[in-house]
């Protein structure tokens, strides 16, 4: 039962270009919405969250936006740079805790 | 946060402890596993020194939390289902978690 999903496994952007990541999740008991972003061998590491009762926050380069109706949120990376290729996963917490549920990840290829 | 060790080679049916431990005084730590091509899974989780719970596959694990600072996991009967690479992680308030490098395990 993945409460969290990220659909596309992979995506490759042209440096300079936008990246957009998309996740979609089931449960509305989910308070927070974060995204991570993970080099080979290394742990995950925190890249910018949203709180539910927003729609938008952004980061420098990174956007992240959340449609709460359709249960979909997704992060935006302008513009993409060939150091942001790795992984990225999209994470939700449940609002009774600190309990996340992680999507499968998605691999971002910034081509120079 | 620290894990050790980075990775481990294991046969069936042993006992094993994977160590991590944090400086930060966090009072929330949890072990995530994941597999190739999944996200990352909740083992069990601590809200804080003596108090533990399990996360979404906790089968075939153990956790303890005597200290602030330490939340071992242990595979008392290790299973080559059980092969996976693991990441500890701390909270403050949150809402980010802090994960420590991860530990591969493989058990033939």
């Known amino acids: 039962d993945q409460q969290v999903k990220q659909n596309s496994p992979s995506l490759s952007v042209q440096e300079g270009r936008i990246s957009i990541l998309n996740c979609d999740y089931t449960?509305?008991?989910?308070?927070?919405f974060l995204w991570y972003k993970k080099y080979p061998a290394e742990g995950p590491t925190f890249l910018i969250s949203?709180?539910?009762?927003?729609d938008k926050n952004e980061d420098g380069r990174f956007t992240v936006f959340l449609n709460k109706s359709a249960k979909h949120l997704s992060l935006h990376i302008v513009p993409s740079q060939p150091g942001d290729s790795a992984v990225y996963f999209c994470?939700?917490?449940?609002?009774?805790?600190?309990?996340?549920?992680f999507g499968t990840g998605t691999s971002l290829t910034v081509i120079p | 946060v620290t894990q050790n060790p980075r990775y481990l080679i294991t046969v069936t049916g042993k006992k094993l402890t994977v160590t991590c431990s944090q400086n930060?005084?966090?009072?929330?730590m949890s072990w995530y596993r994941q597999d190739p091509g999944m996200g990352l899974k909740l083992i069990y989780y601590?809200?804080?020194?003596?108090?533990?719970d399990k996360g979404e596959v906790p089968n075939g694990y153990n956790v303890s939390r005597s200290t602030t600072e330490d939340f071992p996991l242990r595979l008392e009967l290790a299973a080559p289902s059980q092969t996976s690479v693991y990441f500890c992680?701390?909270?403050?308030?949150?809402?980010?978690?802090?994960f420590g490098q991860g530990t591969g395990l493989t058990v033939v």
């Open positions: 930060m005084n966090h009072e929330y």
């Open positions: 449960n509305s008991m989910f308070d927070y």
């Open positions: 992680a701390s909270i403050d308030f949150g809402p980010e978690a802090f």
């Open positions: 601590s809200v804080g020194a003596g108090i533990t």
């Open positions: 949203i709180s539910s009762i927003k």
């Open positions: 994470a939700a917490r449940l609002n009774t805790g600190n309990q996340f549920y």
